[in-house]
């Protein structure tokens, strides 16, 4: 799941997928901004059939957070 966070994020801001670790604050280090990330979590959501809960969506402050976030909800 990391590899498939790491390669959304590297292709929608266009940085080197080898950059991003799973440390790496979103929108600190790696310069996302808040429609960046909708848009990321509205993707990965198509794309795997899930929802991510609103209220959780101020927690998911590293690419590690999105990935977790995830795993807990693709069981």
Do not use: C, H, Q, Y
């Not at 990391?2 to 080898?18: G, Q, T, Y």
């Not at 280090?29 to 848009?39: F, T």
């Not at 993707?43 to 807990?72: A, F, H, Q, Y």
Request: no cysteine; aromatic share 2%.
């Amino acid at each position: 799941m990391f590899e498939k966070v790491r390669d959304m994020l590297a292709e929608a801001l266009n940085i080197p997928a080898d950059k991003i670790t799973p440390e790496s604050k979103i929108t600190e280090e790696l310069g996302a901004d808040s429609l960046d990330m909708v848009e990321l979590l509205s993707r990965l959501e198509d794309e795997e059939g899930v929802s991510i809960p609103e209220e959780d969506l101020d927690s998911l402050v590293t690419v590690g957070d999105v990935v977790n976030e995830l795993s807990k909800i693709i069981k």
